[in-house]
């Protein structure tokens, strides 16, 4: 009775003194409430303010989380709410990150004809994105298999309505529903994964080095099934093969801030998680098993890799094509992420912001073209280059990144990231990682001929229809918004490189 | 004039910010602020090559002009740290192609003049392209040679791409994706390359922390090579770098990393040093173009406008020889010596099979493209020679065989103005009706092929020298090798005398398909002005080598020797590793 007593006072203590870590989440959910009450109300003039209002929401967390990162002075890595989640440097980046995505998508939305002031599902809309956030910043906080779960599931459902916001076309509902039903069959595997892990572990919390000693005392081929099962939830998310298929028809059918949400906030979380689990797992479980889970790993990646730029050379419509350039993407991170070693964590994070940048700017151009010039198909795009030259310029640049070419900051992201896989081959000496370093670095060629596809079109044809001249003044700024860091970052990458590594060292 | 080089490389640049910011309609106003800007270059350019003192062999060191700034310094904790300069210099090997830079640049633009869809754009890449090719013969880090290298490649696509002829789009992809495999073999060894090297005068800085000392720089870059090479310096303070001068001391490799000088590792059956010999190789041979990845070459020539030609042909070649003498042999000058048959083999290879591709050709201008795959063998088998007048006849036949390319692509570019046609069989008897052209023409295809009196020969005759004694002075390539590259001179001799019978000699007479009523007028004042000075030039070159010479010899003798030193004592331990 004591013991029972004692244990609640001090789990109430935990959870109360928990809460000062969970401002920024805090934050968001006021702001969510706040849009769900303005929504309540007919007015149209309220109605026009719940995009600022969402905006704010994101800029106040911003500013909360760069307070936290900068006052990390005695920093101990806090685990509250009785070991369900920690707020170490990984997670206040990944949370930053959140936050510039949430603005940019907000930024986005903006522009986008379809979504203003007289769209009928605007609260619900910026609601569930601030939703989105919520579950993402619990996602990288979490350190139990259950707050995993749960927090995986307030971010899928709250991506699955984002999908058909916009209901009156057809291919938002299809998206959606295809979402929904590939998303709960991950989930669902994902538990069954997940209660394995907790039945021969011994307890929620994957980072205890108990937990993975108990797990290593199983059959060697018994674990790497259920360490499968498990991150088949992860690997979804992040779109990576063989569980990438859900992400071309959600692509085509969501609205592009949205996929451009899609393509970088939970890919980031989804990689947060998978090194928590990578890190945790690293230094405690046995060596035969260890050498299974990295041939794993590293067969992953090469197979998304193979699989995402090879089937994007085929698309002819952008949406589909930035699809499976996300799904190469995710490959290029598994990659440098497969090696397991702590160095290889401020090459992916470099790699995710520059990606962050690069994919808003490059939906944001689908945006342009989609919306404002009403071209779906990459061959609609001919002569366009002439008419809207800086438009055109700035793709360039974002394009470019996007393949790793210099003077971007997708090659900075690149090198860094084949360098740690390189360094990893001269200590371990495993074929693996130099066959990975190799087809990254084929498969960085190739990806350029999909990439050079859309200029190809911009300026290399000759403008058959008619084009009306509009103004793109607001989507040439945001979009230069976007594109200055990525030249930014190659010149100077020491900026980012020193925030990052404050970042990493924080979590140890 | 400390900044000369970095006005060399941006110069160009900054004019391209002048251009995007003048309105499109303004087009004279645009070329003439190209024609002043690639003045400009070319005056520095000159003034650089007058005031070079070649390199002596008193001590200091052998890069004039030299600008060295910290560009980005990263940090990447347990690998060490990474540091990337900015870091500029000119000596020997690449002060001609410097000044070739500036005069090609300069004919080019007035190639460009009745250049008339989208001026505004088409100088601003041209431009971008010219600043880009300079900064890669200007630069002495790796990084940033990898990205003038890499930076090329774009303007290119779009020029080719945009104001091509009818197959411009396949010509300027095939191109693109052609280079840039190549580029990502280079990257490969550059990362493996710059994890391997260290920076000892910053790591002595980081160390002198620890040392609490202050010491003049000689000593302490001697006493850090040393502490490295018993392995005394932990991982978290080296400095890696990617400085070149650094990479051509074996002294800065750590020892244990997989391309250290001595280090005996073996990745799929070959010493890793060899392989990276090869993927260098690989990587620059494409850009060079040599046989078998010349492929690219016939059709981006083919389709691309005239004056992108000349450029593609007088200097981006020349990039793919420079990363070979700039990078590839000082680095790795054992691969240098264990691979000289191939090489050399390849060279004559390209030689021989560039010739009997031209002898078969009649597009003009692709039978010109093929006779640039063969002349560029000739910088092959100079290279391969590793003796010095091998080495100095490789450098002679890049600056001579990028003005004579210049000279020819401008003769094709005549003919398809007036005639939109470049098929020999559709022209005869030229001479009549342009007489001065055809004199221009004659000078042109004979200093291609290598008569005595132009620049051709000098270049053909040291490489073909270098050549024949490399099996007595350094053992290198066998002496059949260089009797078949003669053979090359003979076809060279064919195809052109060939070419020139058949479109000029004979009764005028122009294909009724191409031309209702034949008229081809004589070149203009402005052909005059590209093709005269190139003209003056190869015969300048080719009766006074030592204007040239003088300048450069003292720097690539060195370079031989060195390589031949080192190399022999670095594969002798590789081979021990296989044995």
């Known amino acids: 009775m004591k013991n029972t007593g004692t244990f609640l006072v001090q789990a109430l203590t935990d959870i109360q003194n928990g809460f000062a870590f969970l401002w920024p989440e805090m934050l968001l959910t006021f702001f969510f409430l706040l849009i769900i009450g303005l929504d309540l109300f007919k007015s149209i003039r309220i109605k026009a303010i719940i995009p600022f ?115 009156y076309q057809a291919r938002a509902i299809e998206s959606g529903i295809k979402y929904i039903l590939y998303g709960l069959l991950a989930s669902g595997v994902m538990l069954y994964g997940m209660s394995f892990m907790y039945g021969f572990g011994g307890s929620l919390n994957f980072t205890q080095p108990a937990f993975w000693e108990n797990l290593s005392l199983l059959n060697s081929g018994f674990f790497i099934l259920i360490f499968l099962l498990t991150f088949v939830g992860f690997l979804f998310k992040v779109a990576a093969a063989p569980f990438h298929f859900w992400a071309p028809d959600v692509y085509e059918g969501a609205p592009t801030p949205i996929v451009a949400f899609f393509s970088t906030a939970p890919k980031i979380a989804g990689f947060v998680v998978i090194i928590r689990f990578l890190l945790a797992f690293n230094h405690t479980v046995a060596g035969g098993l260890e050498n299974n889970i990295f041939i794993l790993a590293g067969g992953i990646a090469l197979l998304t890799l193979v699989v995402g730029n090879f089937t994007a050379l085929w698309q002819q419509k952008a949406r589909r094509l930035l699809a499976y350039s996300s799904v190469a993407h995710a490959g290029f991170i598994l990659a440098g992420l497969t090696a397991m070693a702590a160095n290889a964590l401020e090459a992916v994070f470099f790699y995710l912001t520059v990606l962050l940048f690069m994919n808003f700017g490059i939906f944001l151009t689908v945006q342009v073209f989609e919306e404002r010039l009403g071209i779906t198909e990459l061959k609609d795009l001919s002569g366009l280059g002439k008419t809207f030259p800086f438009l055109g310029i700035l793709t360039i640049i974002v394009l470019i990144s996007l393949t790793g070419l210099p003077p971007t900051a997708g090659f900075t992201g690149k090198l860094l990231l084949f360098t740690s896989i390189w360094q990893n081959y001269t200590l371990t000496g495993h074929p693996l990682l130099l066959t990975l370093l190799l087809s990254a670095l084929l498969f960085t060629g190739l990806a350029f001929f999909y990439y050079i596809r859309i200029p190809y079109y911009m300026f290399f044809k000759r403008n058959l229809s008619e084009q009306k001249k509009v103004s793109l003044g607001r989507e040439n700024i945001v979009l230069a918004l976007m594109t200055f860091p990525l030249l930014l970052f190659f010149v100077q990458p020491a900026w980012l490189n020193e925030l990052i590594e404050q970042v990493i060292f924080y979590s140890k | 004039m400390n900044y000369i080089l970095s006005s060399l490389i941006f110069i160009p640049i900054l004019t391209v910010l002048l251009i995007l910011c003048l309105p499109a309609r303004l087009q004279n106003g645009i070329r003439l602020l190209s024609l002043l800007a690639t003045a400009a270059q070319l005056i520095l350019a000159v003034w650089l090559f007058w005031n070079f003192q070649p390199a002596s062999a008193i001590g200091g060191s052998m890069y004039q002009y030299v600008e060295q700034v910290n560009w980005i310094h990263l940090n990447l904790q347990s690998l060490g740290q990474l540091q990337i300069q900015y870091y500029l210099g000119v000596d020997g090997i690449s002060l001609s192609m410097v000044l070739l830079t500036g005069i090609i640049g300069f004919i080019g633009v007035i190639s460009s003049w009745q250049i008339s869809k989208n001026v505004k754009a088409y100088f601003a890449l041209y431009l971008l392209l010219l600043g880009s090719v300079m900064g890669c013969f200007l630069a002495l880090d790796l990084f940033l040679f990898y990205l003038f290298f890499e930076f090329m490649l774009l303007p290119m696509y779009f020029l080719i791409g945009i104001w091509g002829g009818p197959r411009r789009e396949y010509a300027a992809i095939k191109f693109f994706i052609y280079t840039l495999i190549g580029s990502l073999l280079i990257l490969v060894v550059m990362i493996g390359l710059y994890t391997s090297v260290i920076d000892p005068t910053a790591t002595a800085a980081n160390l002198s922390a620890s040392f609490g000392s202050e010491e003049t720089s000689g000593t302490a870059r001697q006493q850090v090579q040393q502490l490295l090479q018993q392995g005394n310096i932990p991982a978290e303070k080296l400095v890696h770098t990617f400085s070149i001068p650094a990479m051509y001391q074996p002294q800065n490799f750590i020892p244990g990393s997989l391309l250290h000088g001595m280090s005996q590792k073996i990745l799929w059956g070959l010493p890793v040093r060899l392989l990276a010999f090869l993927l260098l190789f690989i990587g620059f041979a494409i850009k060079l173009p040599m046989v078998p990845v ?24 020349k990039v793919g020889g420079y990363g070979l003498v700039r990078v590839l042999y000082p680095i790795f000058p054992d691969g240098g010596i264990y691979f000289a048959y191939l090489v ?17 050709m009649s597009d003009l201008k692709k039978l010109i493209a093929y006779s640039s795959v063969s002349h560029m063998g000739f910088v092959l088998l100079g290279l391969a020679s590793l003796t010095a007048e091998g080495a100095n006849g490789a450098m002679y036949q890049m600056f001579s065989h990028g003005l004579i390319s210049g000279m020819l692509f401008i003769v094709t570019g005549v003919i398809y103005d007036r005639s939109r046609s470049r098929i020999i069989q559709n022209f005869r008897g030229l001479a009549f009706a342009m007489p001065a052209f055809t004199a221009l023409v004659v000078v042109a295809f004979f200093a291609s092929l290598g008569l005595p009196g132009f620049s051709g020969f000098i270049a053909e005759l040291l490489v073909l020298l270098g050549a024949f004694t490399s099996s007595g002075v350094s053992g290198m390539l066998p002496r059949w090798l260089a009797v078949v590259a003669t053979g090359g001179l003979l076809l060279g001799a064919a195809y052109y005398l060939w070419a020139l019978q058949r479109m000029f000699f004979g009764k005028f007479w122009v294909h009724p398909a191409i031309m209702e009523k034949p008229i081809m007028p004589d070149i203009t004042k402005r052909e005059y002005s590209m093709l005269v000075p190139l003209a003056i030039l190869a015969l300048l070159f080719g009766l006074f080598p030592s204007l040239l010479l003088d300048k450069i010899s003292p720097a690539l003798n060195q370079w031989v020797e060195s390589v031949l030193l080192l190399g022999k004592e670095q594969i002798a331990v590789v081979l021990r590793g296989i044995a």
């Open chain 2, 294 to 317: 010349h492929t690219w070459l016939p059709d981006a020539h083919v389709e691309a406008p005239t004056p992108i030609s000349v450029l593609l042909a007088s200097l981006l070649l």
């Open chain 1, 53 to 167: 209002v969402a905006l704010a929401g994101f800029l106040f967390s911003i500013f909360l989380q760069l307070q936290i990162l900068n006052n990390l002075g005695n920093y101990i890595k806090p685990v509250f709410f009785t070991g369900l989640l920690t707020s170490d440097g990984l997670a206040l980046y990944a949370g930053l990150l959140f936050s510039v995505a949430g603005i940019f998508t907000v930024l986005l939305s903006w522009l986008h004809p379809a979504l203003g002031k007289n769209f009928k599902g605007i609260g619900e809309y910026y609601a569930f994105l601030l939703v989105l956030a919520v579950g993402l910043n619990l996602l990288v906080k979490s350190l139990n298999l259950l707050m995993l779960f749960v927090s995986l599931e307030l971010v899928s459902i709250a991506s699955y309505l984002l999908t058909a916001s916009l209901r």
């Open chain 2, 344 to 360: 050399g083999g390849l060279g004559v290879l390209s030689i021989i099979y560039g010739a009997m591709c031209a002898l078969a």
